[in-house]
């Protein structure tokens, strides 16, 4: 299977607790994004790389929240102290950089803060 | 601001046509795209408008009005496995980062 793969698919932590997901691109492309998606909501955009540089973040985006990829490869999202409002599905996508009309998404994380 | 609007949920019969419709309101627009979504699973590109008029690709169709900011999908003869959800998304016009701004998504059931 050559698309995105995200890692964990499910994640249960208490508040309070940190979290890191990955995410990993189709190979070769240079685009990848977070969005973040909760129960019948359409997914709300994170932050974007281009190759390894993090080139914007939403303001969603808390000082909790911080993400890398650090070889222009896969990418870690990792959320400190998690609250209950973190509870969501955590959505990778990636693009080619000439062919950014279409982004490709991987399964999701489901994160679950008690 | 970016206000996307599309129904939340629709119901259809089987073999019969749907249209989703999706109405936008951007600081700028560079392209409306369409993905569906089955239930706890990614969204799937289905289409891409940037110019107007209709795009038809096998059983769906999309078509977008940039004047009046107005897209819809259209889905003939009706397949059980097309119940899901199916997401409207628009890129702003000097977005150098190709995100995406997702509506709600509306909830299609197709009955036998």
């Known amino acids: 299977d050559t698309g995105v793969s995200q890692d964990p698919r499910h994640k249960i932590t208490k508040r309070g607790q940190n979290v890191t997901f990955r995410c990993d691109p189709i190979s070769e492309h240079n685009r990848l994004y977070w969005y973040r998606q909760t129960l019948g909501q359409g997914p709300e955009f994170l932050t974007y790389?281009?190759?390894?540089?993090?080139?914007?973040k939403s303001r969603l985006l808390s000082d909790r929240f911080s993400a890398e990829r650090p070889k222009g490869s896969f990418s870690t999202l990792e959320i400190q102290r998690t609250e209950q409002g973190d509870s969501a599905m955590y959505l990778c996508?990636?693009?080619?950089?000439?062919?950014?009309?279409?982004?490709?998404f991987g399964p999701g994380t489901r994160l679950t803060v008690l | 601001g970016q206000n996307i609007d599309q129904p939340t949920e629709m119901t259809a019969t089987e073999g019969a046509i749907v249209q989703i419709n999706c109405t936008y309101q951007?600081?700028?627009?560079?392209?409306l795209f369409w993905y569906q979504q089955h239930a706890g699973e990614a969204p799937t590109f289905l289409s891409y408008?940037?110019?107007?008029g209709l795009e038809e690709k096998g059983r769906f169709s999309s078509f977008l009005s940039r004047s009046k900011g107005y897209s819809y999908l259209l889905l003939k003869e009706l397949q059980m496995k097309d119940s899901a959800s199916y997401l409207c998304?628009?890129?702003?016009?000097?977005?150098?980062?190709?995100?995406?701004?997702f509506g709600s998504g509306t909830r299609l059931l197709v009955r036998p």
């Open positions: 951007t600081s700028g627009f560079n392209g």
């Open positions: 408008n940037v110019l107007d």
């Open positions: 996508a990636s693009s080619l950089l000439d062919r950014a009309n279409e982004q490709f």
């Open positions: 790389f281009q190759n390894e540089a993090q080139l914007e």
């Open positions: 998304a628009v890129r702003g016009l000097r977005d150098s980062s190709y995100k995406l701004i």
